[in-house]
C-alpha cells in the first residue's frame, strides 16, 4: 500500500468538493476554511481506511489477525515498555485507554464524532430557522 497518491481532478471528485463546500456554504465562511474543514473530514476518513486495508493485508499475509498479531508479538513488547516505565503517557493509556479494545466502526465513530464536534465549533452561532 502507497502513502503517496497524486490527487484527481474528475468529474466525480469535483462533485463531492462541490457537494461537501455547499454544505458548508452560508455559514459566512471564507473559502479557505470550508476547503480546510473538508479536508479534516477527508482525511480523517482517508487515514481510517488506509489503516483498515493495512490490517486487512498483514492478515493476508501472515494468516494473523489483529488480534492474535496483538497477543504474541505487541503484548510482550508493550509489557517491557510498560515495566520500564519511561513512557508515562504511553502507560496511561495502556491502563487507562478503553478504545484501542473496541470494534473498528466503534473507534471511527469516536474520532468522526470528535472532528464533526471541532468543525461545528468552528461554524458561527446561527438563529434557528422558524
Do not use: C, K
Not at 34 to 43: A, D, H, I
Not at 72 to 83: L, R
Amino acid at each position: 500500500m502507497s502513502l503517496a497518491r497524486r490527487p484527481t481532478l474528475g468529474p466525480q471528485s469535483l462533485r463531492v468538493f462541490d457537494f461537501a463546500l455547499g454544505a458548508l456554504d452560508g455559514f459566512g465562511l471564507p473559502v479557505d476554511t470550508m476547503t480546510t474543514l473538508n479536508n479534516m473530514v477527508v482525511n480523517y476518513v482517508d487515514s481510517a481506511v488506509r489503516e483498515e486495508i493495512g490490517w486487512l493485508e498483514h492478515a493476508r499475509h501472515t494468516g494473523m489477525d489483529r488480534g492474535q498479531w496483538m497477543a504474541q508479538y505487541v503484548g510482550p513488547y508493550v509489557s517491557q515498555v510498560v515495566a520500564s516505565g519511561r513512557y508515562p503517557m504511553f502507560n496511561r493509556n495502556i491502563r487507562e485507554g478503553r478504545l484501542s479494545h473496541q470494534p473498528p466502526d466503534v473507534r471511527f465513530q469516536f474520532g468522526l464524532d470528535i472532528v464533526l464536534d471541532a468543525i461545528a465549533a468552528v461554524l458561527p452561532d446561527l438563529p434557528l430557522s422558524e
